[in-house]
């Protein structure tokens, strides 16, 4: 009778998230595979059927192959510049002689207060022609550089921003990590006089392989997502270098860049995507699983 109870209790608790999730989260899901199966471009009152006209589309459609691609290199890309400079930022703050260890982590963490889209548009000024760094280049006897209008440097440039952007987050997941390392072993190598690369190689990143292992997943999974910062910096620009699966659905659902939106064949596309990411965090989730067994 007791579990019964519980059990009704447990429901009752849970329902109303489950109403939420239902109605913000599954029925868009649903209301978006039933758009795919249109030919709308979410303006007019009519649309007609079309069933999977749009996926047999997309599997030609080079521009959305291209953004899929630059998502995954941006992901990769990034997530180990995010994770390896995060981590190198934590571990002097914390096990180093560092002093200001309190100033230093305000100073990292500071990035996290501005939204992308804010970042996004002082970097693309600072950056810009006539901007500060271009001027300072060119007060040195420099060439100006197009940061965000030749493809190869657009793209370091998102990377590095977003670095840059993302540190304070996952400096602050190392830091709360670091406080799962025994004292023991700390005091320990010390004792025995292990020098600080010793220490991070065969002590710390061993200890630590659980949290590197959920914080890279988490990375790569929001580097799979982003929008904001490469709307506002490039837009998918240039020639569609930095075109990511995000900027792609966006341009096409509701830009008429190529003519009028397309939103039911951008429908088409989200699930594609959705169905990539869930495939990316199956792998990640079996990856993490094997690390745990071994």
């Not at 292992?213 to 982003?226: D, E, G, Q």
């Amino acid at each position: 009778m007791q579990k019964k109870e519980d059990r009704r209790i447990i429901t009752v608790f849970l329902l109303p998230m489950l109403v939420l999730y239902a109605v913000f989260q599954f029925y868009p899901i649903v209301l978006n595979i039933f758009y795919s199966l249109l030919n709308w471009n979410g303006i007019t009152k009519t649309a007609n059927f079309i069933g999977l006209e749009n996926y047999r589309e997309l599997l030609h459609d080079g521009l959305f192959w291209s953004a899929i691609q630059n998502s995954v290199f941006y992901a990769l890309i990034g997530t180990v510049f995010q994770v390896a400079v995060s981590f190198l930022l934590a571990y002097l703050v914390e096990y180093s002689t560092f002093r200001s260890k309190k100033i230093a982590q305000i100073i990292f963490i500071m990035p996290i207060v501005a939204t992308p889209a804010a970042i996004g548009i002082i970097m693309k000024s600072i950056f810009s022609y006539d901007g500060v760094v271009n001027s300072m280049l060119h007060g040195m006897g420099l060439e100006k550089l197009q940061w965000f209008m030749e493809p190869k440097w657009a793209f370091v440039m998102i990377v590095l921003i977003t670095v840059w952007k993302e540190t304070g987050t996952l400096f602050i997941y190392w830091i709360a990590g670091f406080q799962m390392v025994p004292k023991t072993a700390i005091e320990a190598a010390k004792v025995d006089g292990v020098t600080e690369f010793g220490f991070l190689r065969y002590i710390l990143i061993p200890l630590m392989k659980p949290v590197i292992l959920t914080v890279s997943s988490i990375t790569f999974l929001n580097a799979l997502k982003i929008f904001d910062m490469i709307q506002t910096l490039t837009g998918g620009g240039p020639y569609f270098s930095t075109d990511m699966i995000s900027t792609y659905i966006y341009r096409t659902a509701f830009s008429s860049s190529f003519g009028a939106p397309r939103l039911s064949y951008a429908s088409a596309a989200v699930v594609v995507c959705l169905m990539f990411v869930m495939i990316c965090s199956l792998i990640v989730k079996l990856f993490r699983n094997q690390q745990k067994a071994g």
